[in-house]
């Protein structure tokens, strides 16, 4: 089972704060600005931050950074893009997820000047998923979908947490899907970084 412990974590005007994760799917709401995005980057040690990430028994301050982000996969809310080909941004793995997110076979073939925002969204994730991650580090990724694609992510995660014993930290906005997909839910306001029961938010 994969455990994900932030020890005494700040960044920037952040308050520190400790939290320990196995195999859940943590959502975190704020208004915009908050953090939640730098909170992402600094889990996935691409932002300076205080405290100490832990990942089973690796600890990130003596990880190779490489290693590091292999096993905290982090897909953030616009996706990079910086070959011509999509295919050219997916190395062999043991699994394709593009059939699963309803993209079709020769998806990988396509000029990524092509694709729409939402297309992208998808593929991104496809991509993060086919490097099978420990952790997945997600800012908002369903923002840019319509319902049945937002559906149809929310199924290929849970499930992708039940074949690998994931744990996942999903930055969100929709409330409905916060109610929908969270085992627990966190919010960032005021510099303060506080767990909130489900049943507030219904």
Not at 101 to 125: F, I, M, Y
Not at 176 to 200: H, L, P, T, V, W
Request: net charge negative.
């Amino acid at each position: 089972m994969t455990t994900l412990n932030l020890v005494d974590i700040r960044v920037l005007k952040l308050e520190p704060f400790s939290l320990k994760v196995e195999k859940k799917l943590v959502c975190i709401s704020g208004p915009s600005g908050s953090g939640k995005s730098l909170l992402l980057r600094s889990i996935a040690d691409l932002i300076e931050h205080e405290g100490e990430v832990y990942l089973d028994d690796k600890q990130c301050s003596k990880t190779n950074p490489v290693l590091w982000r292999k096993m905290l996969g982090f897909l953030p809310a616009e996706s990079a893009w910086w070959m011509d080909k999509v295919g050219e941004h997916f190395s062999e793995s043991k699994a394709s997820y593009t059939s699963q997110l309803n993209l079709p076979d020769d998806c990988l073939n396509w000029e990524v000047s092509r694709c729409s925002t939402g297309e992208k969204q998808r593929l991104a994730l496809a991509r993060l998923l086919s490097n099978q991650p420990k952790v997945l580090l997600l800012d908002e990724p369903t923002a840019s979908l319509d319902p049945e694609s937002v559906q149809l992510v929310e199924s290929v995660i849970k499930k992708y947490m039940e074949e690998f014993d994931a744990t996942v930290i999903w930055v969100s906005h929709d409330q409905e899907q916060i109610i929908r997909i969270a085992d627990c839910i966190f919010r960032i306001e005021n510099n303060q970084f506080n767990e909130i029961k489900k049943e507030s938010l219904v």
